[in-house]
């Protein structure tokens, strides 16, 4: 047997709305007001995972 580091990576996802003079300056608020925890994301926030082994399978290392 051998030893594998793998990583799980969730993803979460929530869509505010904000008023602003452009795009830039919505992305800057909204990221001061997450910083500030005015946004919390929660397992409701939920949209994926993914799994990665940090060496992958590939020649001699794939075993069946």
Not at 29 to 55: C, M, N, P
């Amino acid at each position: 047997m051998k030893t594998f580091k793998v990583n799980i990576t969730e993803k979460l996802q929530m869509t505010v709305e904000v008023e602003a003079a452009d795009r830039c300056a919505a992305e800057r608020l909204v990221e001061q007001r997450w910083v500030d925890g005015e946004y919390i994301l929660d397992a409701d926030h939920f949209k994926g995972v993914s799994f990665t082994v940090e060496r992958p399978c590939r020649g001699r290392d794939y075993e069946r």
